[in-house]
């Protein structure tokens, strides 16, 4: 009953608008009564139209009401909440359509706070004070607010399932454990229900150890790409150390070639005007001479010429001779020339520190390739440098291929061409994974080596394969050897006219493959590479060829 009274209360003294006790209650001028500021509000959305409304009564009222104190009303409230009258529970503690409700509350349901699993209810926070204080209520089994409470109803016998057929694998109640379970290996759920969360707990460990496995991998890589910023600044600031120290010494080199060409232009100019004013005092002399001959001979008294003439001096040696013709114009072009050259292999090694750059491996290996397209990833377009060449060999296919000739091909002289034997090395170098396939001319499968090798082997006699800076594969009729620091190895494998060649620097791989329908392995090198690689050919026999493939 006091409950009742104090529902009606708390109905009585409530603001329409904000459902709660009226705070600082007014009065319309049709009787009701609201929150000083719920009405305010209310009107102030209204203030447009210039006409008010009463949220209860929809009476309306222009102009704007002056509001006034209920005093009574606020009097009573005091009064009323000094007895126990408390604020009516706020929107957010009622049911939601994704809430579970309280099953007791009659109206508007609150929210349920626990669900009892032997009563199959759920109860708010007032109606589940029984089950904390009734002795025998306290041995329910109370869980967090479910839905599915039904589902623990035997749809057959409508009873709680408490037991558990392992059998068929579900729960089921007392009944079916009688009937048609009866055979069955049964325990009660709650049996089960240990075993599973000591299962769960063991998958949970194996969880939780995966996830401190997986954590330490992580922390590893963080410090995997700590090293790697680190290494990566200290290469940035080491590389612009030395391109600046560069800079300053192309500089300062430029500034000495210049001063000594100008040196050597100031001493054969002076040379060249010295010899020029000789010439010049001897054209006058000359001159001279000339006229007074002219004179000698023009004088028609006979007696003055013959007396004369013995008098006359000799000519002088002349200057001019072979040991002062102009030279050819060809004064400083070997300068620039020499130049030109230290341009163009400046270039190259530019251009091998940007490749370098680009296939340096600094994070986690990855696997060896398997199939040809797992070594076509890997493939590099590769031609041939004339600079190397041996004369013997002529380029062609845009230096991608290479013949054996019978005569000398009319190649400059260069440092770096083969003198020794007739073989030739790429342009580019290899860094990194690089994979590429060089064709041996078909029916000419003899003498041909496919190689690797470091730039500054010898040119004048090192042939591949016989020293230890050359890896090569012999390709002799159908037949193959590979050769390193002059020593040979048999290599089986089937004939073919491809070559496969993979190289991953990092790791200290090469292979060689016979590439037909498949690839087969003829030979693979495990070792240490200290500098850039350079793929080479060497062709033993005239009229052979061998060109290196294109892949992409």
């Known amino acids: ?3 009742q009274e104090n529902q009606l209360d708390r109905e009585r003294f409530s603001c329409w608008i904000c459902e709660d006790l009226l705070k600082d209650p007014v009065t319309a001028v049709c009787g009701h009564s609201y929150c000083k500021s719920c009405i305010n509000t209310h009107w102030d959305k209204e203030e447009e139209r210039r006409s008010y409304s009463c949220p209860q009564c929809r009476q309306t009222f222009t102009p704007r009401p002056v509001l006034q104190t209920n005093t009574m009303l606020a009097n009573s409230l005091e009064e009323l909440k000094k007895t126990g009258l408390q604020a009516a529970p706020a929107d957010h503690c009622y049911a939601g359509p994704e809430d579970v409700a309280c099953d ?28 904390l204080q009734s002795a025998a209520l306290k041995k329910h089994k109370l869980v967090e607010p479910s839905e599915k409470l039904q589902e623990n109803i035997c749809s ?15 729960c089921i ?13 049964t325990v009660s759920a709650a049996a089960e229900r240990t075993g599973r969360q000591r299962e769960l707990g063991l998958r949970r460990q194996t969880i939780q150890q995966r996830v401190q496995d997986t954590e330490k991998d992580v922390k590893l890589l963080q410090q995997e790409e700590e090293a790697v910023n680190a290494s990566a600044d200290k290469a940035v600031k080491h590389s612009e150390k030395i391109f600046t120290e560069l800079i300053r010494l192309l500089e300062k080199r430029s500034s000495d070639v210049e001063q000594q060409i100008r040196s050597q232009q100031e001493t054969e100019v002076s040379r060249v005007r010295e010899l020029q004013e000789r010439l010049e005092q001897e054209i006058t002399e000359l001159k001279r001479k000339d006229h007074e001959l002219k004179q000698l001979s023009d004088t028609e008294d006979h007696n003055q010429l013959l007396h004369n003439y013995p008098s006359l001096s000799p000519l002088s040696e ?5 040991s002062f013709r102009i030279r050819p114009l060809r004064y400083f072009e070997d300068v620039t020339a020499a130049v030109s050259q230290v341009r163009g292999r400046l270039q190259d090694i530019l251009s091998e520190i ?31 440098d004339p600079n190397t060449a041996h004369r013997r060999l002529l380029l062609s296919e845009g230096n991608r291929k290479v013949t054996r000739m019978r005569e000398d091909q009319s190649y400059s002289d260069h440092p770096d061409r083969f003198t020794g034997c007739c073989q030739v090395l790429s342009r580019e170098s290899l860094i990194g994974r690089c994979y590429w396939e060089v064709e041996v001319g078909v029916g000419v499968l003899g003498g041909v080596f496919v190689a690797v090798t470091h730039n500054n082997i ?41 070559i496969g060649v993979y190289l991953d620097h990092s790791a200290g791989v090469l292979s060689f493959y016979s590439v037909s329908g498949t690839m087969t392995l003829l030979h693979r090198v495990q070792t240490t590479f ?23």
């Open 173 to 185: 109640c007392s009944l079916c454990s009688v009937e048609e379970h009866k055979d069955h290996d």
């Open 530 to 552: 200290t500098q850039p690689l350079y793929a080479g050919v060497r062709v033993g026999w005239s009229g052979s060829t061998a060109e290196l493939c294109k892949l992409k």
């Open 458 to 498: 010898r040119r004048h006699e090192s042939a591949f394969g016989f020293n230890d800076k050359s890896w090569s594969l012999c390709c002799y009729g159908n037949s193959y050897y590979f050769q390193y620091n002059n020593i040979r190895t048999p290599v089986s494998g089937p004939g073919t006219s491809r």
């Open 1 to 3: 009953m006091e409950q």
């Open 354 to 384: 940007l490749q370098i750059v680009s296939q340096v491996d600094v994070l986690l290996g990855q696997p060896e390739p398997e199939t040809r397209a797992d070594f076509l990833k890997y493939s590099q377009e590769i031609t041939m």
């Open 156 to 170: 057959r016998h409508n009873k709680v399932m408490k037991m558990f057929c392992r059998t068929d694998q579900q």
């Open 318 to 322: 002349s200057t001019h001779s072979s």
């Open 104 to 131: 007791v509350c009659t109206g508007r349901k609150l929210k349920a706070l626990k669900s009892c699993l032997n009563c199959l209810a759920s109860y708010c926070e007032k109606h589940l004070q029984r089950h």
